[in-house]
């Protein structure tokens, strides 16, 4: 089974920019969702942005939408969630995911933690006022 592991975290005052890494263990399958989510403690795991690996298509949690910007390099079987204007809201664990291959997603399934099965250990991304 494919590992993920995700990077690029760190500490950053509001307003500024993080580019996170999610580097696959192998290459997972096309025509596939993967995303990336978040969880602060004591609260559900939040679906932020997706890519339908096929096509490239992203998709965005109403939070994120025009600030944050998920991508695929495929060669190098890695995902990117690029983070800008970033809030103290944002303050959580990040963690990059592969869908479950046994469900088929719509977009909107495809922010839901549930449809996902694979994930990886999580980064901590911290924004300070």
């Known amino acids: 089974q494919v590992q993920l592991v995700e990077s690029g975290g760190g500490s950053v005052q509001a307003g500024g920019s993080l580019r996170l890494s999610c580097a696959a263990s192998e290459y997972t399958a096309s025509n596939l969702f993967m995303g990336w989510f978040r969880q602060v403690p004591g609260k559900e795991r939040e679906g932020i942005a997706s890519i339908y690996t096929g096509s490239g298509a992203p998709y965005y949690a109403d939070s994120v939408k025009g600030r944050f910007t998920i991508s695929q390099d495929n060669a190098k079987k890695s995902l990117y969630l690029q983070m800008n204007s970033l809030k103290v809201e944002d303050t959580a664990m990040y963690y990059c995911?592969?869908?479950?291959?046994?469900?088929?997603?719509?977009?909107?399934?495809?922010?839901?933690?549930?449809?996902?099965?694979?994930w990886g250990q999580g980064t901590q991304v911290t924004v300070s006022s």
């Open positions: 995911a592969v869908q479950d291959r046994r469900l088929w997603l719509g977009s909107s399934a495809s922010l839901r933690a549930n449809s996902y099965n694979v």
